[in-house]
C-alpha cells in the first residue's frame, strides 16, 4: 500500500493562511480586555470629578497616550511625563498641543485622530495631574 503524499505547496498555504490570521484573531480576542482596561482609566491617575475637562483628558491619556507613557507617566517607549521635566522643557501648553498634534521625533501627530477639544484635555490633564505627582 502507497502512502499518500500531501499535495506540494499545501503545507505551506496552510501556513500562510495561519500567519494572515492569528494577528486579527489575537487583535479580536484582546480587544475587549483593552477596552474594559481604557474604560476605568487604565490605571492612569485619577482626575478631579468635578472637572469635566480633566476627566476627559484621562480618558484621552488611557485611550492615546497610556501605552507609550505608562499607566503614571512614568515613561517606556515614550519620554516620561512625570518627572518635572515636561514642564520644564514645554511651559507653554500651546507647543504640548503642537506637539500632540503633530508629532515630534518618535511620538506619532494625534491631529488626525483627536478632536482639538481632545487635545487641550489630554495636554491639560498631563500638566496638572500627571506631571505634578
Not at 498555504?13 to 487583535?27: D, E, G, Q, W
Not at 484621562?58 to 515614550?78: E, F, I, S
Not at 511625563?81 to 518618535?106: F, M, W, Y
Request: charged share 20%; hydrophobic share 40%.
Amino acid at each position: 500500500m502507497a502512502s499518500q503524499r500531501p499535495v506540494r505547496g499545501t503545507r505551506s498555504r496552510m501556513t500562510m493562511s495561519i500567519r494572515t490570521i492569528l494577528p486579527t484573531a489575537v487583535l479580536v480576542l484582546t480587544a475587549p480586555l483593552v477596552a474594559l482596561a481604557c474604560a476605568d482609566g487604565g490605571g492612569a491617575p485619577a482626575a478631579p470629578a468635578d472637572d469635566p475637562e480633566l476627566v476627559a483628558g484621562r480618558a484621552v491619556y488611557a485611550g492615546n497616550c497610556l501605552p507609550c507613557h505608562g499607566p503614571t507617566g512614568g515613561g517606556g517607549v515614550g519620554p516620561q511625563l512625570n518627572d518635572g521635566r515636561l514642564l520644564a522643557n514645554v511651559p507653554d501648553p500651546a507647543e504640548q498641543a503642537r506637539i500632540v498634534t503633530e508629532g515630534r521625533k518618535q511620538m506619532p501627530a494625534f491631529g488626525q485622530k483627536l478632536t482639538p477639544d481632545q487635545v487641550a484635555a489630554v495636554v491639560r490633564y498631563t500638566r496638572e495631574v500627571v506631571a505634578r505627582q
